[in-house]
């Protein structure tokens, strides 16, 4: 009996074709409705792309579990308003909400219920509360501690659900909801290249925008026809120069998306939209390199997923390559990102996603942030970003928001200023967290002219006997018991370790630091820091530990304490003209013995300052370590111990901002060195004292005596300042 071909896997095997659909996959012909009911009629298969093009001028929703998708380009030729997601791949999330009959503690491995009806066993449950996280700015209704877990089993008799492992955060009973999750499970994309429309911008020349003074919209005139623009679509203003626009900041401009209200064609593009408040005058202004962005498409939208993975694959002319809502145990590995967007992002993870790896991946397009994990209402879980390269990025290469723990490692971040990309904007930084726990090790960071890795903790400790923090355990030490679960560690803290660093100062006004600690937790501060083994070039600031950032609300707390600062290599250099900068570490604080650096370990580290002019008689160079800059603002360095450090260079070796403060108490410092010369027609005004006035009486003891030397700064210290040198042989 002969048999006729029904379709194509008979002859390429097992795998399902979109040409089986009627897809001609030659990159012109619109294959959109081939390529939907491809994703819709297939589950627990492959679908091969056969190494061809698929065009489309619609978005495609994939629906359906245990899908492959393989092996070729889907390319978007339709129209976009800048936020046009290519391909969604869409579960859901139950619309009732369970009340658990007891609080969930970090550790829980099962939920309890009134009743357990409701629920399966192998089946995903999201929990979503409303302990605060942090509520400066941000109220506790909007900022939800939230995580996806899996059920092991349901058990009826007890009225539980014991789960696979245990819950991450802290949820009291009264404000914590609990829905069934219905989502697309195991979706892999395996070499497929996604390619959106990119982005078209203009040169808007001089004067673009208009506003009217009391009126929330303005116009901006835009010297080019056929942009295909219409009400609610977006777009993105760039080197916005003018200062001030209708009496608004600039900042309100520069980078920003707005959508349109109206729009009118003749001879050129008039775009009405809505202005962030009411302008207080009436003007047409803009500088002559300001620009307008529009279009850029998102290629990949996960909602509600569960094991997902997206390998070997390549994202082209996107403004968004992947956007990651609601979803568990994402893997996201050997990709290539090559989109250039001024106001886009590679990676974006948001909305209670857990357990996410994003791995080997190599960002070689410009974004505006290379990996992003924030959202403004329910927090994601589990983070993990390794060994991945970043090549150009506007804001920050990776951008993490107030989550309990974010491990950074392996990365390779090569920024260059985004002005030579022709905008007016700069790199500002490497790596940045407000993660409550931050790992961040052994990573490369270059070309940053803000900072390599910042740190600010955003976080409220909660200090009450009846309730939990969202991550930690109660702020009160008489809180903890072994028989009380998620009464863990209350403070956040961090490991930055092993890192190289590089800025970019010369020529800049930025004031560029390596490492910066700048805390914005409330009712307690950071406690249990470790620095260490990492090198730092080219910065202004070394390691800056800041309790000045943040002053409000009162709640803020202004301590950064427990610190190990250990055998790291710093060299300074101040670009900045300011005097204060150029030090190697910094405590900066505005208050009166602050509470920062407190039970502190400074230890084998290699700290010199560089100065450009140094040679020139009357250089400025400024302090190796800073403790103090006046005598209202100086840090608390007590019950630490300072040994083994080289510093070179410098105004000062150990500078405490007055010869009364009394910074370094009740501690130990020895076995350092101190060699210091700024001035070289005056040598003694490089020693190293531990005042500000008395400039010829150094830190401990030269060589050739045997008497250590204190004075009225250092307090209880007699015995406690031993085996210190100094030397004044430096020579440039």
Not at 521 to 543: L, W
Request: charged share 15%; aromatic share 10%.
């Amino acid at each position: 009996m002969s048999q006729t071909k029904t379709n194509y896997r008979m002859i390429d095997g097992s795998f399902i074709s979109p040409l089986d659909f009627g897809a001609t996959g030659d990159g012109v012909a619109n294959d959109a409705t081939a390529l939907q009911n491809t994703f819709d009629n297939t589950t627990n298969d492959i679908i091969d792309l056969g190494g061809k093009t698929y065009a489309f001028t619609s978005p495609l929703t994939i629906t359906q579990s245990n899908i492959t998708i393989q092996n070729g380009t889907l390319k978007y030729t339709g129209t976009d308003n800048g936020f046009t997601e290519l391909i969604s791949v869409t579960g859901s999330v139950g619309s009732t909400g369970y009340t658990p009959s007891s609080d969930i503690k970090i550790g829980d491995t099962s939920v309890s219920f009134s009743s357990v009806s409701a629920f399966s066993a192998d089946t995903y449950i999201v929990l979503e509360g409303t302990v605060e996280i942090y509520s400066a700015g941000f109220h506790s209704s909007v900022i939800k501690n939230s995580e996806i877990v899996r059920i092991r089993k349901v058990d009826s008799t007890n009225n539980k659900l014991i789960l696979y492992y245990p819950v991450k955060g802290n949820y009291k009973s009264s404000e914590v909801s609990v829905k069934i999750l219905t989502p697309v499970e195991n979706t892999v994309f395996q070499n497929v290249t996604f390619e959106g429309l990119g982005v078209t911008e203009v040169d808007l020349g001089n004067n673009p925008i208009s506003t009217v003074d009391t009126t929330t919209t303005f116009t901006v005139n835009v010297p080019q026809t056929g942009l295909n623009l219409a009400t609610n679509d977006f777009f993105t203003l760039e080197d916005v120069t003018s200062s001030t626009i209708g009496g608004l900041s600039n900042t309100n401009f520069e980078g920003k998306q707005f959508q349109i209200t109206n729009v009118s064609e003749s001879g050129t593009t008039v775009l009405t939209a809505a202005a962030p408040s009411s302008f207080t005058s009436s003007e047409s202004i803009g500088g002559g390199t300001m620009k307008i962005v529009v279009g850029g498409t998102e290629a990949l939208a996960l909602e509600v997923c569960v094991n997902t993975k997206i390998i070997n694959c390549v994202f082209k002319k996107c403004r968004t390559s992947i956007d990651i809502s609601k979803s568990f145990n994402t893997r996201i590995v050997n990709n290539i990102f090559e989109s250039f967007a001024v106001n886009g992002y590679g990676i974006k993870i948001e909305q209670f996603t857990t357990d996410t790896l994003v791995e080997g991946n190599t960002f070689s397009g410009h974004f505006l942030v290379g990996v992003w994990c924030l959202t403004f209402e329910t927090m994601p879980k589990g983070l993990i970003i390794d060994n991945n390269k970043f090549l150009a990025t506007r804001s920050a290469a990776i951008d993490v928001g107030m989550i309990p723990e974010v491990i950074i490692r392996n990365n390779s971040i090569y920024s260059v200023p985004y002005s030579d990309f022709d905008l007016s904007d700069t790199t500002l930084r490497g790596i940045k967290s407000n993660a409550f726990k931050t790992i961040c090790l052994n990573n490369t960071i270059n070309g940053f002219n803000l900072q390599g890795i910042y740190w600010e903790p955003r976080y409220k400790v909660v200090n009450t006997s009846s309730e939990l923090s969202a991550y930690s355990g109660g702020y009160n030490n008489t809180l903890y018991s072994s028989s009380n679960k998620g009464q863990t560690w209350a403070f956040p803290s961090c490991i930055i370790g092993d890192n190289y660093i590089q800025g970019f100062v010369s020529g800049q006004t930025y004031v560029a630091k390596g490492i910066e600690i700048a805390p914005r937790s409330i009712n307690a501060g950071v406690y249990g820091c470790i620095i260490k083994n990492n090198t730092i070039k080219d910065v202004d600031r070394g390691i800056n530990l800041n309790s000045s950032a943040h002053s409000t609300p009162a709640s803020i707390s202004q301590e950064i304490k427990g610190l190990d600062i250990i055998n790291n290599t710093i060299y300074s250099e101040r670009a900045n003209s300011a005097k204060g900068y150029g030090s190697c570490i910094n405590f900066e604080s505005t208050t009166t013995a602050a509470n920062l650096g407190e039970r502190s370990i400074i230890s084998g580290n290699r700290l010199e300052t560089i100065s450009s002019g140094q040679s020139n008689t009357g250089q400025q160079v400024d302090p190796v370590v800073q403790f103090g800059s006046s005598s209202s603002s100086f840090a608390n360095i007590k019950e630490s111990i300072i040994t083994n450090n080289l510093t070179l260079n410098g105004t000062y070796s150990i500078y405490t901002g007055s010869s009364a403060n009394a910074n370094v108490r009740f501690s130990l410092l020895f076995n350092n060195m101190f060699s210091n010369h700024s001035n070289i027609t005056n040598p003694t005004y490089g020693y190293g004292p531990i005042n500000a006035t008395a400039k010829n009486n150094p830190i401990g003891a030269p060589s050739s005596t045997t008497t250590p030397a204190a004075t009225a700064a250092i307090q209880n210290l007699a015995d406690g300042i031993v085996n210190n040198f100094y030397s004044n042989q430096y020579n440039p």
